[in-house]
């Protein structure tokens, strides 16, 4: 099945501090990927979806100015927390899909994200 | 919108014991997917079973079964001979069709300890 590698696992860093993880799917050309927000002992929450070549689109009551999102190719998109904040810890994980496919989703490994 | 709902937080089952984890779902859709997701502490999201609602055929994967009853809406999984490294959380999770936008819509999960 489709891999998709999520990089970094594990990030701490002090509070103002910009972060940028990234999703690239290995083998194959994911036309849309999913960006999800997890606290601990709760569900996945999307936060946007990001189509190749275009904007992505967020999820209501998520700042767009605040987790920017790239996805500049069919192969890696990027999540950019900007500016961040202790409230901004949590767990982020992605995933890649193909539009109008049915496949299920595949998802990367996660990056815990630790603000001080 | 669509709703997905687990309403056992957390289920035990004794290794080799067979355990039923509940899921319902509401959608105005009549083509759609219903998965299950497990994820152990290394919090990797793993594809266990999936279900096209066109096929009234209940899908199995091994140990994996679905009852899966569209008129109740209703999608549950079936864990046979249960082994210690089913010890995760299990996500129910849909997706419609319509748009083509692939959006995973998760309950809030099951956490499933298998005891030895």
């Known amino acids: 099945g489709a891999v998709v590698s999520q990089h970094p696992s594990r990030v701490i860093c002090k509070s103002g501090t910009s972060v940028k993880i990234e999703c690239r799917s290995l083998?194959?050309?994911?036309?849309?990927m999913f960006w999800y927000r997890q606290f601990p002992k709760q569900s996945l929450m999307l936060m946007a979806t990001?189509?190749?070549?275009?904007?992505?689109?967020?999820e209501q009551g998520v700042e767009k100015d605040k987790f920017l999102i790239n996805h500049a190719s069919l192969t890696l998109s990027t999540l950019t927390v900007t500016s961040a904040h202790p409230e901004d810890s949590s767990f982020y994980i992605c995933?890649?899909?193909?539009?109008?496919?049915?496949?299920?989703?595949?998802f990367g490994d996660g990056t815990r994200l630790s603000i001080l | 919108a669509q709703t997905v709902t687990q309403s056992q937080p957390e289920m035990s089952v004794q290794e080799a014991e067979t355990v039923t984890l509940s899921c319902t779902y509401d959608?105005?859709?009549?083509?759609?997917?219903l998965f299950w997701y497990k994820q152990p502490p290394s919090r990797q999201m793993i594809l266990v079973i999936r279900q096209e609602a066109y096929k009234q055929q209940n899908a199995t994967e091994n140990r994996f079964s679905v009852n899966f009853q569209k008129a109740a809406k209703s999608f549950s999984l079936k864990i046979s001979d249960s082994q210690l490294g089913d010890t995760a959380m299990y996500f129910c999770?849909?997706?419609?069709?319509?748009?083509?936008?692939?959006?995973?819509?998760f309950g809030k999960g099951t956490k499933l300890t298998v005891n030895p």
């Open positions: 990001s189509n190749e070549g275009s904007k992505a689109t967020y």
């Open positions: 083998d194959f050309q994911a036309t849309t």
């Open positions: 999770a849909f997706m419609g069709t319509q748009g083509g936008s692939e959006k995973l819509v």
């Open positions: 995933s890649s899909g193909r539009q109008y496919s049915n496949q299920p989703q595949h």
């Open positions: 959608t105005s859709e009549n083509n759609y997917y």
